[in-house]
């Protein structure tokens, strides 16, 4: 498997890519194409995606269109396909080869399981065409309760676009990705019985406009068997979370350099055993801890929270709460931070505050206290 990249580069797709085949979809097997007579109406910026799969030169792979019916669709070949219409099936990608499916307003309501599911490829990239609006939503039941998501894909999975996309989830989880999944861009809507996007090695969000409404956690990335994977990284896009669990979790590491994150609702706002917020606008509502290192199954020593930029607000309900908690370091050394609440930090391990702009209730503060009330409290130290 090949390591994601935090961004992929936009480059032209030529008029003639676009020409593609009209296409007969059979259920359970690979489509078929015929000559086509006309040329695509999808307006879509392609992708390069190189840095998550080696050289893909979509050119010297065949471009396919396909109008969905309720028989659903079934790809085995590499190339790209312009996807249009509705259908109550699946699409279904099983190739050894690299697969780009354009959504080219498309409305897939699965009456079996995922909407899209992956079960091989090299790389999947779903691009949403420019002025579309698409429409995903999953079956309550299925055989197979292992493919959770909406979206689901084995592999590396890369979304882009301009355009729109609606995930609606009944069974689970809306978008899952079981190696590496990256958002690039598109307007993103997801809601869902549980979790709203799982990336397993990795969560990478580069740009975009994401709104998450999850009974579960919002975003994670959930691989705790294998030391370095279970990042979640957020470089960039306009994300808004509602959740009725953890808005933003890893099982590794969280690191945040750009963009816009507004937790509107959540128990803990952002958690990995390591945090590093180096940038970024956010805001986090959160009723246990706003910003927690805690251990988790692989990582439980090396825990801390490091703080060099960005404009964070957080605002604690009432209770045994933290805006700021780490079982491990907590390291300020730049960025505005603005925290409401009845204990503003707490940290078992060192806590210094070097840089930046920390205010408490209203109250600027210059030294770190664990368990800090309001500004009060005495110097240092771990809980009691």
Not at 3 to 29: D, E, K, N, Q, Y
Not at 253 to 264: H, N, P, R
């Amino acid at each position: 498997m090949k390591r994601l990249a935090l961004t992929a580069t936009a480059f032209a797709l030529s008029a003639s890519l676009l020409a593609g085949c009209a296409v007969t979809a059979t259920p359970g097997a690979a489509a078929t194409t015929e000559p086509a007579t006309t040329e695509s109406t999808a307006t879509a910026s392609s992708v390069d995606t190189s840095a998550i799969s080696g050289d893909i030169d979509w050119s010297a792979l065949p471009t396919t269109e396909v109008a969905l019916t309720d028989d659903g669709l079934t790809i085995t070949e590499a190339g790209t396909y312009v996807l249009s219409g509705s259908s109550t099936g699946q699409v279904i990608v099983d190739t050894d080869g690299a697969v780009r499916l354009i959504l080219d307003d498309v409305t897939i309501e699965s009456a079996d399981g995922a909407a899209i599911r992956v079960d091989n490829a090299e790389t999947t990239v779903i691009e949403l065409a420019d002025g579309t609006t698409n429409t995903v939503s999953d079956a309550s039941t299925r055989a197979d309760e292992e493919i959770d998501g909406t979206i689901y894909s084995a592999d590396d999975l890369l979304v882009t676009g301009s355009g729109a996309l609606v995930v609606a989830t009944s069974f689970a989880d809306g978008i899952v990705g079981k190696d590496d999944l990256t958002i690039e861009a598109g307007e993103i809507t997801v809601t869902s019985a549980d979790d709203g996007i799982r990336g397993t090695d990795s969560l990478t969000v580069t740009g975009g406009t994401i709104t998450i409404d999850a009974a579960g956690d919002g975003m994670k990335s959930t691989n705790d068997t294998d030391p370095g994977e279970g990042q979640l990284v957020i470089a960039g896009g306009d994300i808004t979370i509602t959740t009725g669990d953890d808005a933003v979790k890893a099982e590794q590491q969280v690191t945040i350099s750009d963009g816009s994150l507004d937790i509107v609702s959540s128990v803990e706002g952002i958690e990995a055993p390591v945090v590093v917020i180096e940038g970024g606008e956010i805001s986090i509502s959160a009723s246990d801890d706003g910003v927690n290192a805690a251990a988790s199954e692989i990582v439980t020593s090396g825990l801390s929270i490091t703080i060099s930029g960005g404009d964070l607000s957080i605002v604690m309900g009432s209770g045994d709460t933290d805006a700021i908690d780490s079982n491990g370091d907590l390291t300020i050394t730049g960025g505005t931070i603005d925290i409401t609440a009845q204990s503003a930090t707490d940290f078992d391990g060192t806590g210094t505050l070097t840089g930046g702009t920390l205010i408490v209730n209203g109250q600027q503060v210059t030294e770190l206290t664990s368990q800090m009330m309001g500004g009060g409290g005495g110097p240092g130290g771990g809980r009691p």
